[in-house]
């Protein structure tokens, strides 16, 4: 049994947590509930849970609060929020799972069968990179998982991606390659107000990478890296429109 703590401001949403799980989870057990920052981390000390049902704002702080009084996570998060808030964002950099509310039995489940390969060391780099995330509005760092490793990875660094199917490549500084099993689209909101543009359904730039743009029918881009790629025609206009905001 995965012993669960729900920490949420709102009884009637620990409520529908709680008969959700009891209902349809039968490998988790709420080992008890907790309305704040505070009464949370007295339950985390308390309790020793191996989950957190955590709700992302609190009456008297947020589930970010209540991370940086811990002194050591020992357990594993889902946060839990009713808004599409910038906090999600950070979360999204970070590789970390949230869900909205009223959070359904499909959405929980999906949520659960990620954590099982969840290993809490990643979380803890995983985690702090949330906390850097947050108070750095100009600057994230992506995590990216591989199958071998858990990298992280400044936006800035980031020339290009480029779609396999449910692959991406990214290409960084250095000459490296990454490689994660999760399409592209799941990146473009991330990283488009840090300067990238999908020119091609196989392909994503960091503007700032550009040296050149032949614009000849959908055109091609050369990178500065010496790199060429084709431009879509549907895609011609934005590119032209981003290169005039520079």
Same mark, same amino acid.
């Given at each position: 049994?995965?012993?669960?703590l729900?920490?949420d ?17 039968h ?6 509930? @907790? ?7 007295? *339950? ?18 947020? *589930? ?22 910038? *906090? ?6 970070? @590789?970390?799972?949230?869900l909205?509310?009223?959070v ?6 999906? *949520? ?14 995983q985690? @702090? ?17 591989? @199958?071998?490793k ?5 936006t800035?660094?980031?020339?290009r991606c480029?779609?396999d ?29 840090f ?6 359904k ?19 881009i050369?990178?500065?890296d ?21």
């Open positions: 049994m995965i012993r669960t729900i920490i401001d709102e009884a009637n949403n620990r409520q529908r947590l709680s008969n959700i799980i009891r209902e349809h989870f490998n988790i057990s709420v080992i008890g509930e @907790a309305d704040g920052v505070e009464s949370g981390l007295q *339950a985390i000390r308390n309790l020793n849970p191996e989950l957190l049902l955590l709700d992302i704002r609190m009456a008297d702080g947020d *589930a970010f609060d209540l991370l940086e009084k811990i002194e050591s996570v020992t357990f594993k998060i889902i946060f839990i929020t009713a808004y599409e808030e910038y *906090a999600l964002k950070a979360i999204k950099f970070s @590789a970390l799972d949230y909205l509310k009223p359904s039995v499909d959405d929980l489940r999906t *949520a659960l069968e990620k954590l099982e390969n969840q290993i809490l060391t990643e979380l803890k780099l985690l @702090a990179t949330l906390q850097n995330n947050i108070n750095s509005p100009k600057h994230k760092t992506l995590v990216l998982r591989t @199958a071998e858990i990298y992280l990875i400044e800035q660094d980031i020339i480029e779609s199917r449910n692959y991406t490549y990214f290409f960084v500084n250095e000459q490296r390659k990454h490689i994660v099993s999760q399409p592209m689209k799941d990146f473009e909101d991330l990283l488009e107000e300067g990238f543009v999908r020119i091609h196989s392909h994503m730039v960091n503007m700032s990478y550009i040296d050149s743009f032949d614009k000849a029918d959908g055109g091609s050369v990178l500065k010496k790199t060429e790629l084709p431009v879509a025609r549907r895609k011609k206009n934005e590119l032209l429109e981003r290169f005039s905001r520079l």
